[in-house]
């Protein structure tokens, strides 16, 4: 079985400072996991995964995440927030014969 | 190369009708997928399929049929739509094993079921 708990359904930041999305999972198995991100009214796309490679995950448009087996955590970061960083933000974890399970979201909220 | 389309984009039903909504990828991908998204519970699986001709349940699959005859389009019907299926519907593809691949999802279609 597994399960995702995204932290706080907005969080909002002003321009230029760092964003921090909180992600913890539970999984009974070496997870998989995910960040997806959903501009307004649009499909999600990948931002970064973690496979089981390196602990600290690079992603597009200056985001990060971090695995972090001990706290069970993958947090999503990026050192300065841009206005067209607005969007919905979806952690999802899989693994063994599990299909991903998606968080319910954090809408990340940019003020100039 | 469209990638990940679907089929309308915006639908409004009365209780009791039917409906079938179409998805197309171009992308020659193995898996795909139709969730639902709801505000405030993320995107839930209705069902999936691993191949051309195969099927399975995922989280939420009742009131909800699906196929896939051809390996690029993947349809999901509702046979007699109530109000609580009004949501957002969202299908994806990804090329090989969904525990590790990137899924490629669609615009989405907006459901409303009076």
């Known amino acids: 079985a597994q399960s995702v708990t995204q932290l706080g359904s907005h969080v909002s930041v002003s321009e230029g400072a760092l964003v921090l999305l909180r992600c913890n999972y539970s999984s009974s198995v070496p997870p998989y996991l995910f960040w997806y991100v959903q501009y307004p009214n649009q499909g999600l796309q990948l931002l970064l995964k973690y496979t089981s490679a390196a602990t600290l995950v690079k992603g597009i448009n200056g985001f990060e995440a971090e695995f972090k087996k001990s706290e069970t955590s993958f947090h999503l970061t990026k050192p300065s927030a841009h206005m067209s960083d607005a969007a919905e933000y979806f952690c999802a974890v899989s693994g063994g014969s599990y299909i991903p399970t998606f968080g319910r979201g954090t809408s990340l909220i940019v003020h100039p | 190369n469209a990638g990940v389309t679907q089929t309308p984009k915006f639908r409004v039903l009365k209780t009791g009708q039917s409906m079938t909504l179409l998805c197309a990828q171009d992308?020659?991908?193995?898996?795909m997928y139709w969730y639902r998204q709801d505000p405030g519970m993320g995107l839930r699986l209705i069902h999936y399929s691993v191949g051309e001709g195969t099927t399975a349940k995922g989280e939420v699959p009742d009131g909800y049929n699906v196929s896939r005859l051809k390996k690029q389009n993947f349809l999901l019907g509702l046979e007699s739509a109530a109000p609580s299926q009004t949501s957002v519907y969202f299908c994806?593809?990804?090329?090989?094993?969904?525990?590790?691949?990137?899924?490629?999802f669609g615009p989405g279609t907006r459901l409303t079921v009076l």
């Open positions: 994806a593809s990804s090329y090989a094993d969904p525990v590790t691949d990137t899924q490629y």
């Open positions: 992308m020659n991908h193995e898996y």
